[in-house]
């Protein structure tokens, strides 16, 4: 059997497509459905996607729990990008990914304790600007870049307790 990469370990394994796959599943799946056994079939699938939504929803809440507790510079530890060291060329985009957020967090730290929302969301657009430039000078940030950058943006958002979608702020303000 060919296992994934780390990184895709919580993939779901019961799709063509996914890593199962490979192991034959499809074929007995497909025996079975030929053999008129259809409810039963979507009932499995239903459960076992009710299951996994369910574990979803509930690893959610507790990332957001941990999350509402920290403070900003609990939050400027976090090791942003990390998903991005295994294929991102050239590498020194991780890095000054990182170092944009991190400038951005310490910004935000020195504005106080409580900060009037204009001179947040100035420093927020200031930091989606930031990688405006890093996307014209190396053509990397794609989707899924887009996707972890937004993810970071919203965790930021949450730590700051912000009622603002970051998804918005962040389509208003990029290029990418």
């Known amino acids: 059997m060919i296992y994934p990469p ?29 053999n008129g056994n259809h409810e039963e079939i979507l009932r499995r699938q239903q459960e076992e996607f009710s299951a996994r939504l369910l574990e979803s929803e509930r690893k959610e ?10 403070s900003l510079k609990q939050f400027r530890c976090e090791k942003f990008f990390s998903r991005w060291e295994e294929y991102m ?9 990182r170092r944009l957020f991190r400038s951005t967090i310490d910004a935000l730290i020195d504005l106080g304790d409580k900060p009037k ?13 930031g990688f405006n430039v890093l996307q014209q000078q190396y053509r ?37």
């Not at 996914?18 to 799946?29: I, K, Y």
């Not at 060329?89 to 990914?97: D, E, F, H, L, R």
């Not at 929302?117 to 600007?129: F, P, T």
């Not at 870049?145 to 918005?168: A, M, N």
């Open 140 to 176: 990397t940030l794609e989707t899924s870049e887009r996707d972890d950058i937004c993810q970071h943006l919203s965790d930021l958002c949450y730590v700051l307790k912000l009622t603002d979608d970051p998804v918005i702020l962040f389509e208003q303000w990029e290029d990418l």
């Open 89 to 97: 060329k050239p590498k020194i985009v991780v890095q000054k990914s």
């Open 61 to 70: 809440k507790e990332r957001l729990a941990h999350l509402g507790m920290m």
């Open 6 to 34: 780390e990184s895709d370990q919580d993939l779901p394994g019961n799709h063509i497509g996914f890593w199962s796959a490979f192991n034959g599943n499809h074929l007995l799946l497909q025996e079975e459905w030929d």
């Open 117 to 129: 929302k204009q001179h947040v969301h100035a420093h927020l657009k200031l930091l989606i600007e």
